[in-house]
């Protein structure tokens, strides 16, 4: 069915992320995956062709695209048959570094975002601890300020792009809440790799998205430079629920693409493999279920569609995201479940792609918010 979100251009850009994507990057996936990581080459080459800057100012060298491009960019790197890859990626163009533009001063946009987009740092969102992940407001990693410096001391947990990055957006307490009000007092931070007192305590190995590497991280005493606060000091909280949506909406989207390349897949090996006499897709018992999975996929798309074009446009939509996120992670995990059992015992096998979507797709009803969490938001929204 046609997309009516997207517009010639957005098209277009598709064509070009689509033709480098089968041709420079799913050939490697397998490798990358094995190896834990991707490698600086790749993270050039996205530079190189301008698809680490599309909604970027094009002062400071991005593209001066809108959402709906970063949406194109998702939807394909996702296409490529290791979410760890469009993981990684999709978490330097749109879960960290969005928040420089939208937050940091003339000074540190122009120290920061030509090598972001040329692919030279790469960035990771530090804000999960050992000891809280959707309690955002419980995070205790400290940030004291002494004279020019802020003291950071504290430890992250699942920071992705955090074994390999460069450049963390790293949120901690300047001040502690107050009751009513334990949101605020929470600051955001720009921590360069390589900083005193900073350091990787842990490569964390994990169930699926095996190509994105994930860290522990640890900060003693960490001297990080006054003019590296990233907005306003205790507006931390507020200014990273503003850029919630655009990390949720692209959970959903990356989820969405990978279940549809594993739909695509389970299509193709029902009309090749033969069971009685006759090929698999000619069985009513699973083409009614795959009849059930394409409907799911165009409700969520619809959903899914609707949350970015609202976003696109700069309208609230809490709610519409919340849901798209919701709905679209739990119906790719449906598609993921249903994937590997139409293979039979080949959808066991690492050599099939639904198995490793069926490993990296679980993530995306925990990670950028839970399901129950969304839950929580909508139940709000609809129950007061
Ligand atoms: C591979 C991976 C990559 C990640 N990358 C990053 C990253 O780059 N940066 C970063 O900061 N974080 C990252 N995360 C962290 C991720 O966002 C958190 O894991 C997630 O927010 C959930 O937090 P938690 O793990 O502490 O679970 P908890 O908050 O402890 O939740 C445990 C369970 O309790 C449920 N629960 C919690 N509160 C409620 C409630 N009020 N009502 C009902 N149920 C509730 C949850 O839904 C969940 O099922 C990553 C996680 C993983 C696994």
Same mark, same amino acid.
């Given at each position: 069915?046609?997309? /009516?979100?997207?517009?010639? +251009? &957005?098209?277009m850009l598709r064509k070009s992320i689509r033709a480098f994507v089968e041709k420079e990057v799913t050939p490697h996936v397998r490798e990358w995956e094995d190896a834990g990581r991707i490698p600086r080459s790749l993270w050039r080459r996205l530079g190189e062709l301008g698809f680490l800057g599309l909604e970027f100012p094009t002062e400071h060298g991005g593209g001066g695209g809108d959402f709906l491009s970063s949406v194109v960019l998702g939807e394909e790197m996702a296409r490529c048959r290791s979410g760890g890859v469009a993981f990684s990626v999709l978490v330097h163009t749109d879960m960290s570094s969005p928040w420089l533009t939208r937050f940091g001063t003339e000074a540190q946009k122009r120290r920061y975002l030509p090598r972001i987009i040329a692919g030279e740092l790469v960035c990771a969102l530090a804000i999960t601890e050992p000891g809280t992940g959707s309690d955002m407001a419980a995070l205790s990693t400290r940030a004291e300020r002494r004279g020019a410096h802020y003291v950071l001391t504290g430890g992250k947990l699942f920071i992705t792009n955090g074994v390999y990055g460069d450049l963390y957006f790293v949120a901690a307490r300047t001040a502690p @809440?107050? %009751? @009513? /009000?334990? &949101?605020? @007092?929470?600051?955001?931070f720009l921590v360069e790799r390589g900083l005193p007192g900073f350091s990787v305590s842990r490569k964390l190995d994990k169930m699926g998205m095996r190509a994105s590497d994930t860290a522990e991280l640890a900060f003693e +005493?960490?001297?990080? %430079?006054? +003019?590296?606060? !990233?907005?306003? +000091?205790?507006? @931390?909280?507020?200014?990273?629920?503003?850029? !919630?949506?655009?990390? /949720? !909406?692209?959970?959903?989207?990356?989820? !969405?693409?990978g279940a549809t390349q594993a739909l695509e897949d389970t299509l193709a090996y029902l009309?090749?493999?033969t069971a009685f006499g006759e090929p698999l897709a000619a069985r009513q018992a699973l083409r009614h279920r795959v009849a059930d999975l394409a409907t799911d996929l165009e409700a969520a798309r619809a959903l899914v569609d609707h949350a970015a074009s609202l976003y696109a446009g700069g309208e609230e939509c809490v709610t519409e995201v919340s849901m798209a996120k919701l709905f679209a992670t739990e119906v790719a995990n449906k598609v993921a479940y249903e994937a590997v059992q139409l293979h039979g015992g080949y959808g066991y096998m690492r050599e099939f792609p639904v198995e490793g979507f069926f490993r990296d797709v679980r993530l995306w009803t925990i990670a950028s918010g839970t399901s129950e969490i969304m839950r929580e938001i909508i139940a709000k929204r609809v129950l007061g």
């Open positions: 069915m046609g997309r /009516r979100i997207f517009s010639d +251009e &957005h098209e @809440g107050t %009751p @009513g /009000r334990r &949101h605020d @007092g929470i600051s955001m +005493e960490c001297a990080v %430079p006054a +003019e590296n606060l !990233l907005g306003v +000091e205790g507006q @931390g909280f507020q200014q990273l629920a503003a850029g !919630l949506q655009r990390e /949720r !909406l692209m959970a959903a989207v990356l989820a !969405l693409s009309r090749e493999r």
